[in-house]
Each structure stands twice: as C-alpha cells, then as structure tokens.
C-alpha cells in the first residue's frame, strides 16, 4: 500500500523543508482553523487538539488527500509561550526563558477524512538556554524575526547564541518531529 496523495495543512516554510526530507511529493494548503488553548489540556493536548483541528479544515475540503496538521508552542512551567505581539513581548519571553528549562511540543495529525483515519500523536523536546543579559536577548532579537516563532526564538537561527543544550528531536522544535512522523508515514503506508 501507498500513501494517498499528502497535503501540509501549514504554511510554515520551515515545517514544508522538514517534510521534503520524509516526502518529495506534496501539497501546501494552509489551514484556517483557529488554535485553542484550554487551562484544563496538558501542553501535549493543547498540541494535538490544534494540529487535528487544522487536519481536519483541510481534510474537509480535499477527502482523499492524507492530511498533515501540526501544532507547535513553548511551555514555561505549563505556561504557554505562543508567538509574542511585538517585540517588547518578545524581549520578555527570552527573559523568562534564560538560565531555564522548557519544552517544545509539537502536535501532529494525520488524517484521511474518506476513510475515517486518522493517527494523532504529539513530541515533547527539552530545551535549556543559557543565562543571558538584556544586551544579548536584544542582539539576538536583531539577528531574527521573533514575531512569527512561537516563544520568540527559532533553534536554526542563531540558535547557538541562547540555547545551551537540547534533550529530544531537533526537529521538534523547528517545528515537525521528522523521527516519528516517519514511523507513523511508514505505519500508514503498511496499512
């Protein structure tokens, strides 16, 4: 068996260049599904709540295409650290992150609405900053563009400058964890 023809519910540049590693062949078409965060979800709920209800917009649309939704945010404690308004914001969410321990979870959701299938799973990676001045949280924020990365950082860029180490998938916190979604393409693919 093969898979059926795939769709990135995202327009993440980012999340696109990780699935070409796994898939030469997709499609791009952005979901519109609002994301949600309920006090009463863990991190990993919140994660795979979204990504099957960014799936599931597009899925509606094209019913045959294996439909590929992902979620990632930072948590602090349990605290969501989403994209930052502006840059203020992004200064204060480095701040909080310096010297610390949080995690990156992505939500991942595949689904073939024709078939009623769907394989829902999320990845959690530990990321340990270093202890950092407000001189070094500005330079860094001049280097990238905080705004549009959840918890105001991106590990590919410039990542060395603010992370002291990772424990889990790198890929993960760019934005898809390419080790087990390609366990769950090939489990797909087998049927």
Known sequence: ????????????PRRAELLRLLAADFRVLPSTAEEVAHDHLTPLEVCQLNAHRKARVVAKKI?????????????LDNEILGKPRNMKEAEKML?????????????????????????????????LF???????????????????KAGAYAIQD????????????????????VEKLREELAAWARG
């Open 95 to 127: 701040s909080s992150l310096q010297g610390r321990t949080h995690q990156v979870v992505t939500g991942v959701c595949l689904m073939h609405l024709r078939s009623h299938s769907e394989r829902i799973f999320a990845v959690s990676t530990d990321v």
């Open 1 to 12: 068996m093969k898979l059926p023809p795939l769709i990135l519910a995202s327009a993440s």
């Open 63 to 75: 019913p045959d295409a294996l439909v590929l939704g992902a979620d990632t945010l930072v948590f």
């Open 130 to 148: 270093h202890p950092l001045t407000k001189k070094q949280i500005r330079d860094y924020l001049k280097k990238i563009h905080p705004l549009d």
């Open 158 to 177: 410039a990542g060395e400058f603010i992370i002291s180490e990772i424990s889990g998938s790198f890929s993960n916190v760019v934005g898809l964890p």
